[in-house]
């Protein structure tokens, strides 16, 4: 059975062609123009992604994926952000956004990132079958895959779904340097060129949270010109 994706913006020119290139994907796609009316039809009618517009009437998109995530509703969320809306964009993925897009964007691209948010859905649920995979320690850091828990020297650290999947890619190949670009396609499950920012903020954010000097890290390490990597200090831990 093809997937559901409810559409959520208040253009319909960007609506109808989001729809009509997400129909020609083979999914099937719904569309609604405010965020009162969305709210409804998310919390009710099974879908197994939103599109989520910012700036939307009766309710704004920040406020609407607030309360889906309070109220327990894991529906996977792709926002649309004006270019200029940083903050937004930080604070949606903070509250539970699971990926972003800037307006204008490329309609093949908006496919390309439907379809990598879906693939790792594919993957956990595999994963989820299979035998749960040991904790991971290093140094302070413990890491529970199957719990998708952290603990620095003992602490419960909150992270996002994406700020986890990040540190446990880095933690699994510890040493190891990757680009901005190749952590957009082993983490994120796309390598779009334009959209390395989006690694930044997620290493910034998840600095803040594990390290005790963001500033000096001792964990999660810049490698200048190249890249980042999770220090090989504490392999074999």
Same mark, same amino acid.
């Given at each position: 059975?093809?997937?559901?994706?409810?559409?959520?913006?208040?253009?319909?020119?960007?609506?109808?062609?989001?729809?009509? %290139?997400?129909?020609?994907?083979?999914?099937?796609?719904?569309?609604?123009?405010?965020?009162?009316?969305?709210?409804?039809?998310?919390?009710?009618?099974?879908?197994?992604?939103?599109?989520?517009?910012?700036?939307?009437?009766?309710?704004?998109?920040?406020?609407?994926?607030?309360?889906?995530?309070?109220?327990?509703?894991? #529906?996977?969320?792709?926002?649309?952000?004006?270019?200029?809306?940083?903050?937004?964009?930080?604070?949606?993925?903070?509250?539970?956004?699971?990926?972003?897009?800037?307006?204008?964007?490329?309609?093949?691209?908006?496919?390309?990132?439907?379809?990598?948010?879906?693939?790792?859905?594919?993957?956990?649920?595999?994963?989820?079958?299979?035998?749960?995979?040991?904790?991971?320690?290093?140094?302070?850091?413990?890491?529970?895959?199957?719990?998708?828990?952290?603990?620095?020297?003992?602490?419960?650290?909150?992270? #996002?779904?994406?700020?986890?999947?990040?540190?446990?890619?880095?933690?699994?190949?510890?040493?190891?340097?990757?680009?901005?670009?190749?952590?957009?396609?082993?983490?994120?499950?796309?390598? %779009?060129?334009?959209?390395? %920012?989006?690694?930044?903020? %997620?290493?910034?954010?998840?600095?803040?949270?594990?390290?005790?000097?963001?500033?000096?890290?001792?964990?999660?390490?810049?490698?200048?010109?190249?890249?980042?990597?999770?220090?090989?200090?504490? #392999?074999?831990?």
């Amino acid at each position: 059975m093809s997937r559901r994706i409810l559409v959520i913006e208040d253009n319909r020119d960007i609506a109808r062609l989001v729809q009509m %290139h997400l129909r020609d994907a083979s999914y099937r796609v719904d569309a609604v123009e405010n965020g009162a009316d969305g709210l409804e039809r998310a919390r009710t009618d099974g879908y197994d992604l939103i599109i989520l517009d910012l700036m939307l009437p009766r309710l704004d998109g920040l406020e609407l994926c607030r309360r889906l995530r309070a109220e327990g509703t894991n #529906t996977p969320i792709l926002m649309l952000t004006a270019k200029t809306a940083e903050v937004d964009r930080v604070l949606g993925l903070e509250i539970g956004a699971d990926d972003y897009l800037t307006k204008p964007f490329s309609i093949h691209e908006l496919v390309a990132r439907v379809n990598a948010l879906f693939r790792r859905i594919d993957n956990l649920a595999r994963s989820q079958e299979a035998p749960p995979p040991e904790a991971i320690r290093a140094g302070g850091v413990e890491i529970n895959p199957a719990t998708r828990s952290v603990t620095i020297e003992g602490r419960a650290v909150d992270l #996002t779904a994406k700020e986890f999947d990040l540190l446990l890619y880095l933690v699994r190949h510890a040493g190891r340097v990757y680009s901005r670009t190749q952590l957009l396609d082993k983490v994120w499950g796309y390598g %779009h060129e334009g959209y390395e %920012h989006t690694v930044n903020s %997620h290493i910034n954010r998840l600095r803040a949270k594990i390290e005790g000097s963001p500033a000096d890290p001792k964990y999660v390490l810049t490698v200048w010109g190249v890249g980042y990597k999770f220090t090989d200090k504490y #392999t074999g831990d």
